[in-house]
């Protein structure tokens, strides 16, 4: 049975290939765009400062968007701490952001964005608290094909489920942050 997919598969293959060669050359040298999300406020992989944290303010960070797809109608934010004694404590969540966003102002959301629930229990953005040593946090961005009808005690898991098979490109960012003793 193996055998038999193995062929089929190789005789589609060799089809496209011999009747369809203008689309070998398209395949090979097409561009694709890479969507990034990155911060004025902290580099990839680097600390996240303590104005952004529970030791600090608690606002959150300023972010630069480039190379969004354009048939992109949203965008959707989840900021996770993959590394909490919990296993993965949600930040922040946000959707409806609009596709054309380069940036996001550090303490604010996009005009016609919307926020949900938090792992703390509260609808916004909570800055990183880890309870001892340096935790990795995820800022993880993705272009949808639409907008979504969600409420604002939405959870990242509802979010989740919405999303699936309406992302055209994902984005990550992460920040490190420890406690100040």
Not at 18 to 29: A, L, R, S
Not at 52 to 64: E, V, Y
Not at 109 to 119: F, L, V
């Amino acid at each position: 049975m193996v055998i038999f997919i193995a062929l089929v598969l190789l005789a589609v293959g060799v089809y496209f290939f011999i009747e369809k060669p203008e689309q070998i050359n398209q395949f090979f040298t097409s561009k694709i765009d890479i969507m990034t999300i990155t911060s004025p406020s902290f580099e990839n992989s680097r600390f996240i400062p303590s104005i952004f944290s529970c030791d600090g303010s608690n606002i959150s960070p300023a972010f630069a968007i480039a190379e969004v797809p354009k048939d992109a109608k949203s965008l959707a934010l989840i900021v996770n701490d993959p590394d909490a004694p919990s296993g993965n404590f949600i930040h922040w969540i946000m959707w409806n952001i609009d596709s054309n966003t380069k940036t996001i102002r550090q303490e604010s959301i996009p005009t016609g964005a919307m926020e949900g629930m938090n792992s703390a229990g509260y609808v916004g953005y909570a800055g990183p608290c880890p309870p001892s040593g340096t935790h990795h946090y995820v800022f993880k961005l993705y272009a949808l094909d639409t907008l979504l009808e969600l409420e604002s005690a939405t959870t990242e898991s509802a979010l989740k489920r919405a999303i699936v098979g309406h992302i055209l490109a994902e984005a990550e960012l992460i920040g490190l942050y420890g406690r100040i003793k």
